[in-house]
Nanobody, 120 residues
Framework: QVQLVESGGGSVQRGGSLRLSCAVS????????IGWFRQAPGKEREEVAM????????YYADSVKGRFTISQENSKNTNYLQMDSLKPEDTAMYYC?????????????WGQGTQVTVSS
């Protein structure tokens, strides 16, 4: 059974930093994509960052380029999203997701989400 468990959300002020973690278990596919999505109240889900096994990417949404960094620590089966220079508009529920390379924009497996709140 595939499980993704996020942690690291919280409340920070504008300009602050947070690092989200996504611990993955049970995922045995050798080729996959894993990344982060976010959804704020009343807004559509947004793909924030994604990495792909086998090369290519990483992908970043224009809204976070230069501020967010996605990384993967394979020895710990953990994916990270380092978020710097946070803005109030980054406030959202952040979800880690993973899936086949053919379905990276709508991955099959999702975590429960972690809340990020940025105050001005």
């Amino acid at each position: 059974q595939v499980q993704l468990v996020e942690s690291g959300g919280g409340s920070v002020q504008r300009g602050g930093s947070l690092r989200l973690s996504c611990a993955v278990s049970g995922y045995t596919y050798s080729s996959y994509c894993i990344g982060w999505f976010r959804q704020a109240p009343g807004k559509e889900r947004e793909e924030v960052a994604m990495i792909y096994t086998g090369g290519g990417g990483p992908y970043y949404a224009d809204s976070v380029k230069g501020r967010f960094t996605i990384s993967q620590e394979n020895s710990k089966n953990t994916n990270y999203l380092q978020m710097d220079s946070l803005k109030p508009e980054d406030t959202a529920m952040y979800y880690c997701a993973a899936g086949a390379l053919s379905h990276c924009h709508n991955p099959r497996y999702w975590g429960q989400g972690t809340q990020v709140t940025v105050s001005s």
